[in-house]
């Protein structure tokens, strides 16, 4: 698994109230991926979060979900989950800890979905990644595609935001992110049909192709990456960009 940026490990004090936590109710590497990593987000899907035991408090008082003899859990029960992450659409993942269930609890969905992890014994931090390709193989019924990376919350990252105006016989922008890969080998690379991103330990972070709307491009970086940084900077203003 490729590390974005240098992790921010939990704290001391983090770390104890974790000791504390009965980790049998929790996914297999969870604990061990947090004190690891710190917390963060998954392939650009999933955002791994310490427990957090009342953000769901409020949703037992809503009819967001179907509630029958088939549910998981009682709509009031949802109040007693405890979440663990939530995906950049919205949906949490959370386990409910007197019935020992991991739960699917879905923002665009009618019904909660219990998770089924058997077999998922092994306890390191890896472990826990793992376990997210897993959840996200039973949610959408499919594996997910492109690079396995994690990217540590940091407040210390920056950005910068450019454009690359449409130009007669001026360059695409995929051919622009096939020149800096060039100019700048990257530590990784993730791309489709909707945007290329280029890794960098250097950068802290990455730069990002917008192929969707064919102009954007974004670079992604620590604070005491400047020198790195200004450089990209200049070659993507040598070849058209715009801030």
Known sequence: MYIVSQPKRLSDGRNQALSK?????????????LQQFGEGTYRGWMNVNLPDTEVLQPFAEYDLWEHDAGSPI?????????????????????VHLQTDQLLWLPRHAERLKALSLQGQKQEDEEMYARVLDEIYRQVYGSDQE??????????????????????????????????????????????????????????????????????????????????????????????????
């Open 74 to 94: 009682t709509q009031q029960q949802i109040g007693q989950c405890v979440a663990i992450g939530t995906t950049v659409d919205g949906d949490f993942l959370a």
């Open 146 to 243: 492109g690079a396995v990376y994690y990217e540590p919350w940091s407040e210390t990252r920056s950005h910068l935001f450019l454009r690359l105006p449409p130009m007669q016989d001026g360059i695409s922008l995929p051919e622009l992110a096939g020149m800096c890969q060039e100019a700048f080998l990257p530590d990784l690379v993730l791309e489709n049909e909707y945007l290329c991103k280029l890794f960098y330990q250097q950068l802290g972070g990455h730069v990002r192709f917008n192929y969707a709307n064919r102009q954007e491009v974004a670079v992604m970086y620590e604070e005491d990456a400047e020198q790195t940084f200004a450089v990209m900077k200049q070659w993507l203003l040598s070849k058209g960009c715009e801030v």
């Open 21 to 33: 936590e009965e980790a049998a109710f929790f996914p297999p590497g969870y604990f061990r991926f």
